[in-house]
């Protein structure tokens, strides 16, 4: 896949440019403690509909001793959930 493919040019990310942080993040989606998958919105552009959000992952991810041992990944289903998240973080906004 080339840059051509992609939706959004990923070396455009600014991770410095914060758009909404975590506690702006708390203020549209109800997840809290280990299903809080974001950590800053860095991207929002409501004439393209593209928001673009991160997660810091760290050591001590609840699944990450259980999860692919010695080689820890992270889950599928809270990738999906990270990306329904940066959608519920820029809808209410949008409206």
């Known amino acids: ?7 959004f040019d990923t070396a455009r990310i600014d991770y410095s440019h914060i758009v909404a942080d975590i506690e702006a ?3 549209c989606i109800p997840q809290r403690d280990a299903m809080e998958q974001l950590t800053a919105i860095v991207h929002d552009d409501p004439e393209t509909k593209i928001c673009v959000g991160y997660r ?3 050591d001590h991810e609840f699944w990450n001793t259980g999860h692919m041992p010695g080689m ?3 889950p599928g289903i809270l990738m999906c959930e990270a990306a329904a998240q940066v959608c519920l973080s820029w809808f ?4």
Request: no cysteine.
């Open 1 to 7: 896949m080339n840059g051509k493919d992609l939706i």
């Open 25 to 27: 993040i708390r203020h």
């Open 56 to 58: 810091d992952v760290s």
């Open 72 to 74: 820890p990944l992270m």
């Open 92 to 95: 209410p906004a949008k409206g």
